[in-house]
């Protein structure tokens, strides 16, 4: 099964998801990356479905 691709609105470049609300962006053009854990998925940004960035985990709270 291929997974679903969608357009970036601003380079034209494939993305992950898409929001209901218009064309998504794709990792590189998203500019306020917003993770939230997604199940089996790990962090992912909402917006681009992109991986935080190894430093990020340095600033979650884990108790
Ligand atoms: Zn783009
Ligand atoms: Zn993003």
């Avoid at 998203?30 to 985990?57: I, N, S, T």
């Amino acid at each position: 099964m291929i997974p679903p691709t969608f357009k970036c609105g601003k380079c034209g470049g494939s993305t992950i998801i898409e929001p209901q609300d218009g064309p998504g962006v794709c990792e590189s053009c998203c500019e306020d990356h917003d993770y939230l854990y997604e199940r089996y998925e790990g962090y992912r940004c909402v917006h681009c479905h992109g991986e935080p960035p190894p430093d990020w985990y340095d600033g979650l709270d884990y108790d």
